[in-house]
């Protein structure tokens, strides 16, 4: 799996992020620009964090037990994520209101959960025997730069979500980089 692969895997699993904060953005009318920073750093945080210890723990305990299949596993996991965006195109997705700013504990729920994203694709880009570093930065930045933009994109007089229809997209995309795998 190459850089490229891994950077356009990076952004299909950072329009997850993107879309919580446009929806977010939809719903706060007041102390956005600091509100949108802390997303991002919190989105940017537990994703890179996710990644890091998919990444970690299938080099310390799976790398023996899956050097045969490691294919098949970047596969199932790129597969599961992309269905999982397909579905979640059509569902609400978890966001914030005005009077929740403040409130940390739902957003490390909120990021924990969206980061759970980057575990799987960390998980599987060790198993493809792919660099840490460099995929690690790019994706606290990708995360950081989507985050604002869907924050910032979002407008609270806005009643379509437009996000939604690049969940889709980014599902779509997840699973023919999946099949891309195994075929390749």
């Known amino acids: 799996m190459g850089i490229i692969s891994v950077i356009i895997i990076f952004i299909c699993i950072c329009v997850d992020n ?16 600091v509100f949108s920073i802390k997303l991002a750093l919190f989105f940017a945080g537990f994703n890179t964090l996710g990644f890091a210890l998919g990444y970690i723990i299938s080099m310390i305990f799976f790398r023996n037990w899956v050097y045969f299949a490691h294919n098949w596993v970047a596969f199932a996991f790129l597969l599961l994520l992309g269905i999982k965006f397909m579905l979640e195109s059509i569902e609400k997705s978890p966001s914030f209101r005005t009077t929740e700013v403040g409130n940390t504990s739902k957003l490390l729920k909120v990021s924990s959960l969206i980061g759970f994203n980057a575990f799987l694709v960390g998980y599987a880009a060790e198993t493809m025997d792919t660099a840490f570093f460099p995929q690690f930065v790019f994706l606290a930045l990708i995360t950081f730069g989507m985050t604002l933009l869907g924050f910032h994109l979002g407008n609270p007089n806005s009643k379509t979500i437009a996000s939604k229809k690049v969940e889709l997209v980014a599902g779509i995309i997840l699973i023919v980089m999946a099949v891309r795998l195994i075929i390749v």
């Open 18 to 33: 993107m879309v919580s904060a446009n929806m977010s953005a939809m719903n706060i009318t007041t102390d956005r620009s």
